[in-house]
């Protein structure tokens, strides 16, 4: 079996692949200064409750935007699974040509969401990562990862309005009766899940104009299929792209 590490900001992303099927995994919160040990702990605990033992495990990948914590998976991967782990860098194979102007910028987890999203849905893609960030990933016919756009995350805009206002308050992300709020929680949830709707569907507009008609749109990430929901832009929901990325990723360089 293959245990898959998706390290973001905000949330780790694990998963076990048995070949090419998904048998397992969690989402568990980001700990910035949690120890391998601590970690190990945790992930030991998942696998005894699922009912999977840790000794069958072949290989480890992992990408990561916290640095710091791919130390601490490699140590905790080393140490407790006597696997060296393949880590996502600039000096894995991943069949996937960076025209970024500095390919270093591109974060791991955008590269492996390009490798998995060309796979399956071929190109031109729209990639909409609904993680700590909402980034829209653009991949062209032949493969290449283009660029893309960043802007601030559902959950981050939520949180700013609710510690950057005197009387707004932290509110569920969940859908309003309808868009003109009748009340404060109703009009923030109309503003953030619809206003975002609109910044995607507007970024989905200006990416297909570039890319081209034909262009497939893939949402992925935590709150994917709650926009996906209102918009017909989202073709496909994909919640584990980057966990299937970082599978293809691994059999390329074995």
Known sequence: MLLCIDIGNTNIVLG?????????????????????????????QLFSYS??????????????VVPPLTGTFTELSE?????????????VRTGVRIRYDNPREVGADRVVNAVAAYQLYGGPAC???????T?????????????????????????????????LPRIDL????????SNTVQSMQSGILFGYVGLVEGMVARFRAELGADMRVVGTGGLAEV????TTVIEAVD????????????????
């Open 16 to 44: 076990v692949y048995r070949g090419e099927e998904l048998v397992t995994h969690w989402r568990v919160a980001t700990a910035h200064n949690r120890m391998p040990d601590e970690y190990a702990i945790l992930l030991l």
């Open 51 to 64: 009912g999977h033992d840790p000794a069958t495990l072949r290989g480890v990948a992992i990408s990561s």
């Open 79 to 91: 140490t407790y699974l006597g696997l060296t782990p393949l880590v996502v860098d600039a000096g």
């Open 127 to 133: 990639i909409v990562d609904f993680g700590t960030a």
């Open 135 to 167: 980034t829209f990933d653009a991949i062209s016919t032949e493969g290449d990862y283009l660029g893309g756009a960043i802007a601030p995350g559902i959950r981050i805009s939520a949180e700013a309005l609710f510690t950057r206002t005197a009387k």
């Open 174 to 181: 969940v859908r309003p009766p309808r868009a003109i709020g």
């Open 227 to 230: 926009i996906a929901r209102e």
């Open 239 to 254: 919640p584990w792209l980057t966990l299937k990325g970082l599978r293809m990723i691994y059999e390329m360089n074995r």
